[in-house]
Structures are given as structure tokens and as C-alpha cells.
């Protein structure tokens, strides 16, 4: 089942509810009113829907650098684990590395976070006296870095081309998106003549696109333009890049009609006379 994952509202409230109230999870809201309550008063809580349904709940919040979630709630197979996932993509995009939760302190609870990547690094009490778990995952970093001879595979799937020609090595002008090890996106830069870099619409695995990744790795590959002599660069306006248009007007670019411009900036003479007078 595909799920959407978004912040839970106040027309939410009663379906939240309804997921919560058969779990007994001490400190759920189990009515509609409990759930306006705890959203009034600073509570963010992420869902999983499907088909106008709610399968799922979670709440998140960060706390000093650090991710944290508990309360979560699954009333369909893969949902809690799917919820879990969209807290880390989170993390991710506002650059935290750590995410924590505690848990009732059973084999089976902490089996299941340990597939999920959590470890136990605690013991506690909960407030009710019961014993609990403090669990930890390291997320990995996302970055945008030059191709490797070992991205070959990743970036032939995302392409749909033959990766031999990344298996030769690395190649002027590609860079890949990594989540970790695991290869994510790709984009190039390439030289069209007379100073003129084109630059590919970023390619992304469905789960990391809209997330500021595509406005990221496109400055990536200005930078590259830019550090090797092109004056300017263009790039289609493909849909994908809809919400990313902000971040990259930001960043200097221009919409104009089809096409995304970019002109590097280049100091007059005299200025640059004086910088090395």
C-alpha cells in the first residue's frame, strides 16, 4: 500500500483518534478533543493516509540537534515503519544526523527498531513506572559530490543507459546525490560551446524528490561551471522544478520562458586591477 505522509491537523482530530484509542499508548491523545489539545499546545504529529484514510501516527519533535519520535501507531502492515522513515527523511533536511524514541522495554519492540536501525543505548523508567528502552539510529549524511567509478550501477538505473561508460571512471562534470553510500540522484554539466554550460534537469528516486535536493544539486553543478570558465548557464524548466523555484532564484537564476539562466559574475577590470595592485 503507497502512503502519504503529512502533518496531522485539526480535521484530523477525530480520525487520530480513532487510531490511538485501541493502542492504550500512555499519553496518546484518544479523543478528538485530547489531539486539539496536544496540537495547540506544540505537539506536531505525522500520519500515513491512503485513499482518505488514516493507517498510521506518529509524534516528532527536535530537541537540541537531535530528532525524537514516540507515540507511533500503525492500523495497516509497513505503516509504522514507513512513518518512522519520513521522520529520518526529516532529520535529514534539516540536518540532523541523530533520532532518537523510547519504548516499552520487550524483546519484541526492540527487535523490531533493530531492523529498523536502532540500537539500545539506555535503560529507564517510564513515567508510570514501567521499564523502558532508549533507542538511537545515526542517520547518514546526504551529500552531492563527483561521480565515481562505483556509482556506475546507480546512476545506469536512474538514467535508464547502459553504465559502462561510468563504469571507465569518473566523468567531467556528473555529480551524484547520496544518502550515505546509496546513490540517489544524479545531474551533469556540459560544455555546449562559446562559454555556454548546459545543465541537466536533476534525476532523483521518487522518495527524496521535494525535498530542496534538486536546488542543491543544481548549485552543485553551477559551481563546477562557474570554476571552469563558463561565463553562463541554462537549464530546461521541467516541471519537476516547480517547487524548487525559490531556492533557485536565490541562487541567481532567472526564468526565462522554457529555460532556467544563470550568469556568472565576473568583476570589471578596474576592480580587478585593484584586487592585485
Not at 507515540?71 to 529520518?88: C, D, M, N, T
Not at 544526523?97 to 529498523?116: G, H, I, P, Q
Not at 539510529?137 to 547502459?162: F, K, S
Not at 551533469?188 to 521535494?210: E, T, W
Request: net charge negative; charged share 30%.
Amino acid at each position: 500500500m503507497e502512503f502519504i505522509f503529512r502533518l496531522a491537523g485539526s480535521d484530523d482530530a477525530a480520525a487520530v483518534a480513532r487510531l490511538y484509542s485501541p493502542s492504550r499508548l500512555p499519553g496518546s491523545p484518544e479523543s478528538a478533543g485530547e489531539f486539539e489539545r496536544m496540537a495547540q499546545t506544540g505537539h506536531a504529529f505525522l500520519v500515513a493516509e491512503s485513499g482518505g484514510h488514516l493507517y498510521g501516527a506518529v509524534r516528532f519533535r527536535d530537541d537540541e540537534g537531535i530528532g525524537w519520535f514516540d507515540l507511533l501507531v500503525s492500523a495497516r502492515p509497513w505503516a509504522g515503519a514507513q512513518l518512522v522513515r519520513a521522520v529520518e527523511r526529516g532529520c535529514q533536511d534539516r540536518g540532523l544526523r541523530l533520532v532518537r524514541t523510547r519504548c516499552e522495554d520487550w524483546a519484541l519492540l526492540e527487535d523490531y527498531f533493530a531492523r529498523l536501525g536502532y540500537l539500545p543505548i539506555g535503560r529507564g523508567t517510564s513515567e508510570s513506572g514501567e521499564p523502558e528502552l532508549l533507542l538511537e539510529r545515526r542517520l547518514p549524511l546526504l551529500t552531492v559530490r563527483e561521480q565515481r567509478r562505483t556509482d556506475a550501477e546507480a546512476i545506469g538505473g536512474l538514467l535508464d543507459e547502459d553504465p559502462w561508460v561510468f563504469e571507465q571512471g569518473a566523468r567531467p562534470g556528473w555529480f551524484v546525490a547520496s544518502d550515505g553510500d546509496r546513490v540517489i540522484g544524479v545531474i551533469q554539466c556540459a560544455d555546449v560551446g562559446r562559454g555556454l554550460a548546459r545543465i541537466s534537469v536533476p534525476v532523483l528516486l521518487a522518495a527524496y524528490r521535494g525535498r530542496g535536493l534538486e536546488a542543491w544539486m543544481v548549485q552543485r553543478a553551477a559551481e563546477y561551471a562557474e570554476t571552469n570558465g563558463f561565463h553562463s548557464a541554462e537549464m530546461d524548466a521541467d516541471r519537476s522544478l516547480a517547487e524548487s523555484r525559490k531556492a533557485l532564484e536565490e541562487r541567481y537564476w532567472v526564468l526565462d520562458g522554457q529555460v532556467w539562466k544563470r550568469v556568472f559574475f565576473t568583476p570589471k577590470s578596474d576592480e580587478y586591477d585593484e584586487q592585485w595592485d
